[in-house]
């Protein structure tokens, strides 16, 4: 395995394992009674650390964002749990999501990155919402190894 020394090394094997996962987990609390909520959706893992995906206003997880935005992501290689568990990665991405409008200058750079990743998943941004969540901590397990690689964005160099 590669040493993961940095923070750059971090992130960069985050997004690495990021680019192979067409979705992830995101949750996030419930608008109406703040129990937790999870869901699947597609995503893009910016090279910054942002995660990007579409929403429409219909689904619970856009409700429940826009009443509480703090939420956590999770990307993982579950796929390869059959074959060889002891190559389970995982990268939770701890933050803060925001619904960017389409007069935002980041709009159409953050939708061309999605697009770029999943057609499908800049289609849904685009009959519905833009969410960014803006890291606070991203936390990545390689494998069976016990080490948490642990990025704090807030006190990150970058």
């Known amino acids: 395995m590669t040493e ?26 419930h608008a109406e009674d703040g129990t937790p909520y999870v869901t699947f959706v597609y995503f893009h893992l910016c090279d910054d650390g942002k995660i990007v995906f579409g929403s429409s206003d219909a689904a619970q997880h856009s409700r429940n964002l826009m009443a509480t935005p703090e939420a956590s992501f999770l990307i993982d290689t579950r796929e390869v ?11 939770v991405i701890e933050g803060r999501a925001e619904r960017v409008e389409t007069d935002d200058p980041r709009y159409p750079e953050l939708l061309g990155a999605l697009r770029d990743k999943n057609p499908l998943a800049a289609e849904f941004s685009e009959r519905g919402h833009l969410f960014c ?14 080490t948490r690689y642990v990025v704090d964005f807030a006190l990150s160099v970058r």
């Open 4 to 29: 993961l020394s940095t923070d750059q090394d971090i992130l960069a094997e985050a997004i690495r394992i990021a680019a192979g996962q067409p979705g992830g987990t995101l949750a996030t609390h």
């Open 81 to 91: 749990i059959l074959a060889d568990w002891k190559s389970f990665d995982r990268v």
């Open 133 to 146: 969540i803006h890291p606070r901590r991203l936390q990545l397990r390689k494998g069976v190894d016990p």
